[in-house]
């Protein structure tokens, strides 16, 4: 544990002055202790070579003592935001900013480090008082989650913005923005406003990803899933080769096909759209996708209807808890699910979106695979219902191959599938990063009643983003990071 150099905390800097900051915080920065606090927010230094600051000891110390009690750590500061989590059910977020190679990237997976490890420590609190914690959250939780998460025991959310300081702040973009027409002032401010969002929404792609962090593995929902795997039994297994090409599959457990002429909320601009390249990233020659495309009108020329259908009965704001199970149960199966967005505004103007909605469920196919390998081989699909899989192709007959692995195989290959949590970080090049992320992004982090993190939803924003996201949040605990 470190000898106290300079001041922990540059609140208690005896003559508070710029340069008595940033030669306290350079002191500390040359004994390789990277980080200092100002109250409760942290000053990051990219050290540039690996510390030994981020090992499973530290998580446990951090995890097991107040935020003032130890060195400054970004441990300390997750370590109250998931305190205030667990004690308040209230949830918290953590705001990660600053400029490109700055560590922002590897500040957020020592984060998720924290989270994942903190549970390993034996627990202080009771089940009774953590169930009844889950209890009042559902209700002062985000829509959003309270309908996503209707059927699981959560206990709060903790959002993790990585906040990019990009071409906003230019003097390039400053000159543009001067220069830019000017109409009537409240013309102008609505019209600003209305581009901002456009390009937000533009620029916006979610991913939901599941994953299995916990240590304890619940038996909920496993007849659901059971039955909504005997009802399918056809689905894409999504292979990887490039994540950003990859197919989006349709999940059609719960959806049956729409009589021609059938009327749909989905606009055909919007069906044309998704179908016009990689449902992944939107890139019209994605080789992968057309091959998919003649794959799925060869099967019905309703099938892109079905996949519609079948995004917005997961979004129906009449969708039960039965129905949420069936999409999770099918999702359960590691089909990519390509949905649209759960807002009603995001459904006014879906048609513009780039991205999509993905949800890859590690925790349900772990809890199904072990099912599964004991259960018969699935029936043939009904003769009505449009399957993607019943094409015989050979892509359709790989992946029925692929349906009678091992359990065990499965799931490595789901956790192969994580790799969007990975590929979310970055691959982009900038002047100071080789690996830099493309867009803003803002992960939410669902924690369950027993304090385990159960999945992550991110979210990418193009700069403007964070206009956007600013507005919504309440409880911010930054951490400035310098490069
Ligand atoms: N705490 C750290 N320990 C060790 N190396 C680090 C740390 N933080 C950053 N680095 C190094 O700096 C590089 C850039 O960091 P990172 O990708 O996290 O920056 P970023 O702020 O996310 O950048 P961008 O905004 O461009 O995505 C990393 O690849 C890593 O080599």
């Known amino acids: 544990m470190e000898q106290e150099i300079g001041t922990w905390d540059s609140v208690l800097l005896e003559n508070l002055s710029e340069d008595n900051f940033i030669n306290n915080i350079h002191q500390r920065y040359k004994r390789d202790h990277i980080y200092t606090y100002i109250g409760t927010s942290v000053v990051a230094l990219n050290p540039y070579h ?15 003592k107040g935020i003032f009690q130890l060195p400054p750590h970004i441990y300390g500061l997750t370590n109250l935001a998931y305190q205030s989590l ?9 705001l990660l900013t600053g400029e490109s190679g700055a560590g922002k990237t590897e500040t957020f997976k020592m984060i998720v480090n924290f989270l994942t490890h903190i549970q390993d420590r034996p627990l202080c609190h009771t089940p009774n008082v953590l169930r ?12 959003v989650h309270a309908h996503r998460r209707a059927s699981s025991s959560c206990s ?23 220069q ?58 999504p292979t990887k080769s490039c994540f950003k090409h990859q197919q989006t599959q349709a999940c059609t457990a719960t959806a049956t096909p729409p009589q021609k002429g059938a009327t749909s909320n989905t606009s055909p601009k919007y069906a044309m759209l998704s179908y016009g390249g990689c449902r992944q990233c939107g890139h019209s020659k994605c080789i992968r996708a057309q091959s998919l495309e003649k794959e799925e009108c060869g099967a019905g020329t309703e099938s892109p209807m079905l996949l519609l259908r079948g995004s917005n009965s997961r979004l129906s704001s009449t969708t039960t808890a039965h129905q949420s199970n069936l999409n999770r149960g099918s999702c359960s199966n590691l089909v990519r699910q390509h949905s649209t967005e759960s807002q009603p505004e995001r459904d006014r103007d879906r048609h513009s979106l780039m991205g999509s909605t993905q949800r890859i469920s590690l925790y349900d196919a772990h809890k199904l695979s072990k099912v599964l390998g004991e259960l018969p081989p699935p029936p043939p699909p009904h003769p009505s219902s449009v399957s ?3 094409s015989p192709t050979p892509s359709a007959s790989s992946s029925l191959h692929r349906r009678h692995k091992s359990p065990t195989q499965r799931l490595r290959e789901c956790v192969t599938c994580a790799d969007v949590f990975l590929e979310a970080m970055g691959n982009a090049c900038t002047l100071k990063n080789n690996n830099s992320s493309r867009y803003g ?16 939803h991110i979210t990418h924003y193009s700069h403007y983003g964070h206009h956007h996201w600013r507005a919504k949040l309440s409880h911010i605990l930054p951490i400035t990071i310098g490069g």
């Open 388 to 390: 993607v899989s019943v």
């Open 86 to 94: 667990k004690d308040h059910s209230e949830d918290q977020c953590v």
């Open 50 to 64: 690996h510390i030994s600051e981020h090992s499973l000891d530290n998580v446990r110390n951090y995890g097991d």
């Open 156 to 178: 709060g959310t903790a959002n993790f913005i990585i906040c990019k300081n990009r071409a906003e702040n230019t003097p390039a973009a400053a000159m543009a923005r001067r």
């Open 132 to 143: 009844k914690q889950s209890s009042t959250s559902s209700a002062s939780g985000m829509a």
């Open 441 to 456: 992004k803002l992960f939410d982090i669902e924690i369950d009643f027993r304090g385990d993190p159960m999945g992550v």
């Open 180 to 237: 830019s027409p000017s109409p009537g002032p409240s013309q102008r401010s609505r019209t600003r406003d209305e581009s901002i969002e456009r390009q937000s929404r533009r620029n916006m792609r979610e991913k939901i990803v599941d994953f299995d962090f916990s240590h304890h593995k619940s038996s909920e929902n496993i007849s659901t899933l059971i039955e909504a795997h005997a009802a399918s039994s056809h689905h894409l297994h």
